[in-house]
């Protein structure tokens, strides 16, 4: 607060450099803080700021902005205040309507959790083999021109831009309810996640291990073999390991569209009320998301 | 100064030309004339080594030849054929042809030390026998022979970022070595040296080099290092070869000429005499670059 706070008082020692008497340190702060007291004579009154004036008013200025953006959304949302003044009530009546968990819906649930699981695994290794070409069109060193590497970049913002369930909403049309229409939902999703991480891992690789390759007279294709897919092998498989975990959690919403999955059952355990056994599908679904991640994030930190 | 090729000593005269360089000019985007108008010649093996100071046109001069910058102007003929006019399967056939040691090494970090000498093979393998790694016997052979030479036997399965810098420029070497070139190029091999591994390096390139009967073109920031281990010294100054004759012929004016006035006997800066008995240049405690 107080950047420009006025020099300590001087505390009257007869010299400054820490040439005290033996007697004369002070009790208790040992030996180490005299030569810091004896900087006291140096230059009062200089001033430092994080920021200059203008910056500050431009810091206010973006606050205000942001706090105007904020009231303008609320005001436009049309929100129906009167919702949030028994919240607390209908929170905790939906709490008490959870407990107990109902655990003998457990074994029930056991075959669609294993299945959310293949979904996100088959969906996410799908994704891997489809990524690589697709992420070589997107690369700008190695794409064979202009057109070719916009289509390897449209891919990849069609990919993306599309939500998982939405995916999952297009493929159940295609394929017709069940896992392999999650499958491809995860696959469709995951290809431009993983080829854009992958396409900039192949703008990064050192040149001169691609040239000292291809001056061997080595075919192009060889060249990407040899001098550049080991150098993005660490991103690829540290990002469909990743990939994967991210999966697991969307392919559990995955079946309130028909794609298979646990989704489906929590889906259905809301409609019916039954709340005791949607703690049962959130507990069951947690611990697998937490496994997955653990597991995840094991795997990424042994790739070198 | 113009177009200066002095007769090789010795006077090869008779000998095949092995690679003929003419008129190669390379004029970069950015506007600048790296080379200009370069007349080359090589007719024996051995080491030429080409000086110059930084932005002479030496490393351009040497990437000229296999292509990796394409000559804006000129010829480049290798034992007759012309690498300028080459198709993309012609300059890859000709590149198996050119072996390339390279400054920073380059080799495939990630890869061992046997994968990266075998990719000198790899113009001699199809995409899915290189993506199973399967390689001719003679070649896996030929590379296991190779790496006793470099004195780096037992080192195959080592991944290549394991290695100190001199054994990977032996790798380098080495992968260079199993194309069965016709020429060789060395960029700056020993620039990311200590000095004395830089001569060990120097000397195991001249070794092979003579060996093997293949004609090497080695750039060199060292004059220490061309005196002693080159037959023949290029210097290159603004794009141009001001100098070509015997190492013995570099004076104090001939160095002025290539690099501009200098106090020549100033105390050498590195390339202390080395005091290890020089005669194994498969000593393997390199340190690191």
């Known amino acids: 607060m107080s950047a420009a706070g006025p020099p300590r008082p001087p505390h009257g020692r007869p010299k400054a450099g820490g040439q005290f008497p033996s007697g004369d340190r002070p009790p208790g702060g040992g030996g180490a803080q005299a030569p810091l007291r004896g900087d006291d004579t140096a230059a009062p009154g200089r001033t430092w700021r994080r920021r200059a004036p203008g910056e500050t008013l431009r810091a206010w200025l973006a606050l205000a902005v942001g706090a105007f953006v904020a009231a303008w959304s609320v005001s436009a949302l049309d929100i129906e205040w009167a919702f949030f003044r028994d919240a607390h009530v209908q929170a905790a009546d939906l709490l008490v309507r959870m407990w107990p968990p109902r655990w003998s819906y457990l074994p029930a649930i056991l075959r669609p959790l294993v299945e959310t699981i293949h979904i996100a695994t088959l969906g996410t290794a799908a994704a891997l083999v489809l990524s690589l070409p697709v992420a070589f069109l997107a690369a700008r060193n190695t794409t064979a021109n202009r057109a070719t590497w916009l289509v390897g970049r449209a891919i990849l913002v069609l990919s993306r831009s599309v939500n998982t369930v939405i995916w999952g909403l297009v493929f159940v049309a295609i394929f017709g309810p069940g896992p392999v229409a999650g499958i491809c939902a995860v696959a469709a999703r995951s290809v431009g996640f993983l080829a854009k991480l992958v396409a900039e891992a192949i703008e990064e690789v050192h040149v001169g291990q691609v040239e000292a390759i291809a001056a061997t007279g080595a075919r192009t294709p060889q060249v990407w073999a040899i001098a550049i897919l080991p150098q993005v092998l660490p991103v690829l498989v540290g990002t469909a390991v990743y990939r994967w975990d991210i999966n697991v959690r969307e392919s559990s919403v995955l079946g309130f569209v028909g794609a298979g999955g646990i989704g489906l059952y929590l889906y259905a355990s809301i409609n019916q009320f039954a709340w005791q056994q949607v703690t049962v599908i959130l507990i069951a679904t947690s611990v697998i998301v937490l496994a997955s991640e653990a597991l995840s994030a094991f795997v990424r930190s042994r790739i070198s | ?289």
């Open chain 2, 1 to 289: 100064m113009e177009g200066g090729e002095a007769p090789l000593p010795g006077g090869a005269g008779e000998k095949r030309e092995r690679l003929r360089v003419e008129s190669l000019t390379k004029v970069y985007p950015t506007g600048k004339r790296a080379l200009d108008g370069v007349d080359f010649t090589i007719r024996e093996p051995g080491v030429v080594a080409v000086i110059g100071s930084s932005g002479a046109g030496k490393s351009t001069f040497i990437r000229c030849v296999n292509r990796l910058v394409e000559p804006t102007a000129g010829r480049i003929l290798l034992d007759g054929v012309d690498l300028v006019g080459l198709d993309r399967a012609g300059l890859r056939a000709a590149r198996r042809r050119i072996g390339m040691i390279f400054q920073e090494f380059n080799l495939v970090e990630r890869l061992t030390v046997m994968e990266n000498v075998l990719a000198g093979r790899l113009g001699h393998v199809g995409l899915v026998d290189t993506l199973r790694r399967r390689f001719a016997p003679a070649d896996v052979d030929a590379a296991f022979d190779l790496l006793e030479r470099v004195g780096l036997e037992g080192f195959h399965d080592r991944r290549a970022d394991a290695l100190s810098g001199g054994q990977r420029q032996r790798v380098g070497i080495a992968r260079a070595l199993i194309q069965r070139p016709d020429l060789l190029l060395v960029d700056e091999p020993t620039a990311s040296l200590d000095p004395r591994t830089a001569r060990q390096i120097m000397r195991l390139v001249r070794e092979l080099a003579v060996e093997r009967a293949t004609p090497a073109i080695v750039n060199l920031h060292d004059v220490a290092l061309a005196r002693e281990f080159a037959d023949r010294v290029v210097g290159f100054s603004a794009g141009r070869i001001v100098f070509d004759d015997a190492p013995v012929a570099l004076d104090d004016s001939t160095l002025d000429r290539i690099y501009g006035g200098e106090n020549w006997h100033a105390p050498p800066e590195d390339d202390p005499p080395s005091t290890s008995s020089g005669a194994r240049p498969t000593t393997l405690d390199d340190a690191g670059a």
